[in-house]
């Protein structure tokens, strides 16, 4: 007999729909094939499919199973279609009945029947949403990520027992309730508080400088110093998601299945650190059904590349257009597909391969060669797009930790409390202007309108770009920052006083 079950694939960003059409044909010879699913994919799912019923009291039929994914020309990957299918052997063999209105089935099944986590069930509840398709059955472990959907009954499946009982009619499973969105918090835990940092005064200001406008930002300094410290601290200071920023980021999280079990929306901004050793498929995105890389993860977030001299100048090159663009494309013979990757970059480095160049206490232990041949590293696209340059120096954390008479420093959420005022006032600023989130985004032509310099600002700037010789490019970087600072102090027109802070921060090797 034949059935069809209703499931998805997600390709990008998107679930579109799927039909699930199995036939268990008593004549012929017995066997089980699945096709329009990736080869490997469909081993492992036969596999997982013929155990998981015979361990949920299910008699395996003794005949010829042929299972079809249509369209077939959409490429289809992954194990979400093990439930799907096993529902349609169900059907087809009259343990169950189908609902009557039509229902999406999706998520992977363990060996003794019960499903686990499968990644990409919101982008399911949102295709759900748009098609009026009023039930979804799926893995309990990530419902959640529905229930964020209103208007669907999204049925969590602990098991295939369960889902049998269910179906038959012999005991219900309760679907679950609505999420409100505003229900949901962000759920931040960073490494380090603000306050947990002692000293190091100036970089964290550069920190919260760079939190407010969404500016790159490169941390150089010796071993020790607090470079990695200081960066995973950022997330405590970040501004909270807004509700559009939190759907974005939570299909990406979905799809790569970075949602934990039992969580629905994403409501804090993510924080990515990829290792130094990470392929360039997996920073940048790819694959032959294309998936998010670091980079999209990151987006609406920080992409902190920790080392960042030791990541490989392949992957360096590829962050270009991510960098540029605000989103990654993958071209595929089926088409091509753009993921987003809006990040905050945070590199840190140390100076030398030894790390003590220029150190006051420690000598630097590396010839001219060597130093020469990693700033050569330092150098080229990316650090061209980088915002503000920091020294991280040595403290002596014993010594401040000894001195008694230092105030503790501020807390994270004293600190984000003004950033998120800053991005208030940039959003408002940027309502009309699309592409353009904070004033790290501008276009050097914002600035005339965005970008007002007192009097006194532009004196400044025109000595300092005499004095120091600073390229055009830096000087339109440094307008920016400025613009930055003056947000953090409320002040409409930037002042002379901005324009020198930021000067502070301006490229290292100009
Ligand atoms: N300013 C500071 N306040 C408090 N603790 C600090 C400070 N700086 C460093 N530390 C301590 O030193 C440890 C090492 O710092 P961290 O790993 O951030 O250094 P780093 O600059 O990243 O060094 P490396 O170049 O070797 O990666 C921290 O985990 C922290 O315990
Ligand atoms: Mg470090
Ligand atoms: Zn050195």
Sequence with gaps: MLTKVNSVANYGLK????????????????????????????????????????????EFPTAKITVNLAPADLPKDGSGYDLPIAVGILASIGEINLPKEKSYFYGELSLDGSLRHTKGIFLLAVLAKEQGVKSIFVPRLCANEACVIEGIKVFPVDNLRSLIRHLKGDKPIEPLAFINTDDVLGDIHPDFDFSEVLGQEMAKRALEIAAAGGHNIFLMGPPGSGKTMLSRAIPGILPDLTERESLEVTKIFSITGNIPAGGSLVRHRPFRSPHHTTSMVGLIGGGSIPHPGEVSMAHRGVLFLDEFPEFGRNSLEALRQPLEDGNVTISRSAGSISFPAQFMLVAAANPCPCGFLGDLKKECKCNVHQILNYQK??????????????NVPAVDVNKLMLDSNKSQGETSA????????AREIQRSRFDKISGVHCNADMKNSHLKDFAKLSTEANLFLKQAVNKFSLSARTYFRLIKVARTIA?????????DKHVAEALQYRVRSE
């Design 487 to 495: 947000d953090l102090a409320e002040a409409e027109v930037i002042s």
């Design 15 to 58: 679930a579109v729909d799927v039909d699930v059409e199995v036939n268990v044909a008593e004549r012929g010879f017995p066997g089980f094939g699945i096709v329009g699913l990736s080869s490997k994919s469909a081993e492992e799912a036969k596999e997982r499919i013929k155990t998981a019923l015979i361990n949920s009291d299910v």
């Design 414 to 421: 004293t600190v984000k409390i003004r950033v998120r005022k």
């Design 377 to 390: 590293k330092l150098s080229g696209p990316i650090m061209d797009r980088i915002d503000l340059h920091l």
